[in-house]
């Protein structure tokens, strides 16, 4: 044990002195973490919109149902409008975004206040129809008359009711979400119109379940299971091919060291680095950005049980492959899909559904939704299973790595 000890140090010490390593295994993930916290910290989500506003006044000022309108739609807090001249005709135009600069535009034509009020009145006129027509029996026969004549006046004069105009371009994705905001905002409005101030049918909204996740949430222990398995199954590999190369394997070979302890060595050196760098990683996740995570000792546990399976896979990769940038090239085929499938840089809920059955047969998926739950959820769901995969793994690519290594090989 001493030896395996004495050797860890000195593989530690080795390890601080690479300056490549430290800065794949420590700046890497802190520098993946800051930076997808920030490009992905999300916000209230806002749509830029275009108005033009073409029902003016002689004065070109706004009529008041139509400045009514584009107020409406000012306040709703997912857009974000802008008005734009209503000197240019925009109903003509081929490609919405070359003439404006936008997106998306609402177009409020010319007669907008005259047709709101002339279809406003229809729908009032067919109420007092239909309210009248289920009581004729208790209305005279004169006032019948003079209610048909008044109805007959106003249909006489019917046009067709007010549209306002939404042009977008073909690849907008946030066209529909737009277009459902308008079209709520337009519905609020007509009713308005009909002096229904209160709905017939409200909608409340409450809270219930826990709050979603946010970006550094969610990465942090991801980049946590990235900088392991860098490091496992990449920086490992090359280091071993290394020492290879400079003749040192050949020389620890002639010592007491046994195989099996120059394998505990790299295990347990990887195992003291995951800790140190998941400890720094947490700490600037709260420094930087108020996140509350929480390495308990199950956290702890796992971290440690995926530094040894990911490690002893590396040492299976380096003593096969004789050159350190073979070793690594083929230790990032192995990393590098790994992560990508995981869900390390994105949700699982992004990709596509075959992809989504694929990574759950990944230990990475578990490994990064065990430390997850641990540490951020403050949950045990599914952990037992991630503990249990990993726990498989480990114990076969440990074997497979002191099998594999061969010391006879130096003599």
């Keep these: 044990m001493r ?42 989500t806002e749509f830029d919109v275009g108005v033009q506003n073409n029902d003016l006044t002689a004065d070109g000022e706004p009529t008041a149902l139509s400045a009514e ?18 000197t240019q005709n925009l109903t003509q135009v081929e490609n919405i975004e070359d003439a404006t600069n936008r997106k998306r535009v609402l177009i409020i034509p010319k007669g907008f206040s005259e047709r709101v009020r002339d ?30 004549a008044a109805l007959g006046a106003a249909n006489g004069t019917q046009r067709d009711g007010a ?7 073909p690849d907008d994705e946030g066209a529909g979400a737009v277009e459902s905001i308008v079209d709520s905002v337009v519905a609020t409005f007509n009713d308005r119109a009909l002096g229904i101030e209160n709905p017939t049918v ?19 222990p991801a980049f ?36 099996h302890e120059w394998v505990l060595a790299n295990v347990l050196q990887q195992s003291i680095l995951a800790v140190a760098i998941t400890l720094v990683l947490i700490a600037v996740a709260w420094l930087a950005f108020g996140v509350t995570a929480t390495p308990g000792p199950l956290a702890l546990a796992l971290l440690l049980l995926g530094t ?22 083929l230790g990032g085929a192995i990393a590098l899909p790994l992560m990508f499938i995981s869900g390390i840089f994105w949700e699982l809920d992004l990709m596509p559904p075959t992809l989504q059955t694929v990574a759950e047969f ?23 299973f991630t503990f249990g995969f990993l726990a498989v793994l480990a114990v076969v690519f440990l074997t497979g790595a002191v099998m594999l290594t061969n010391w006879q090989e130096f003599d």
């Excluded at 809270?207 to 946010?214: C, N, S």
């Excluded at 398995?229 to 060291?257: C, E, F, H, W, Y």
């Design 3 to 44: 030896r395996v000890v004495r050797l860890t140090v000195t593989l530690l010490r080795d390890w601080v002195r690479n300056r490549e390593a430290v800065f794949f295994a420590v700046l890497f993930p802190l520098i993946l973490l800051i930076i997808f916290s920030f490009v992905f910290a999300g916000g209230p």
């Design 69 to 86: 309108l584009v107020g409406a739609i000012e306040e709703a807090s997912p857009l974000a409008v802008d008005q734009l001249d209503a």
């Design 119 to 148: 279809e406003s009145a229809r729908v009032r006129m067919a109420v007092i129809q239909d309210t009248t027509e289920r009581f004729q029996g208790n209305i005279s026969a004169s006032q019948q008359q003079d209610i048909q």
């Design 163 to 169: 549209e306002v105009v939404l042009l977008t371009v």
């Design 202 to 220: 409200a909608i409340q909204t409450e809270q219930r379940g826990q709050e979603g996740l946010g970006a550094t949430d969610y990465f942090l």
């Design 224 to 259: 946590i299971v990235a900088m392991v398995l860098i490091n496992g199954v990449m920086t490992v590999p090359s280091a071993v091919a290394q020492l290879k190369r400079d003749g040192t394997l050949k020389r620890l070979a002639v010592t007491p060291l046994r195989k």
């Design 308 to 329: 040894v399976a990911f490690t002893s896979l590396g040492m299976i990769v380096g003593s096969v492959i004789q050159d350190p940038g073979s070793a690594i090239s």
């Design 362 to 384: 990944s230990p990475v998926t578990h490994f990064h939704r065990g430390l997850r739950e641990l540490m951020i959820l403050d949950s045990t769901s599914g952990v037992a």
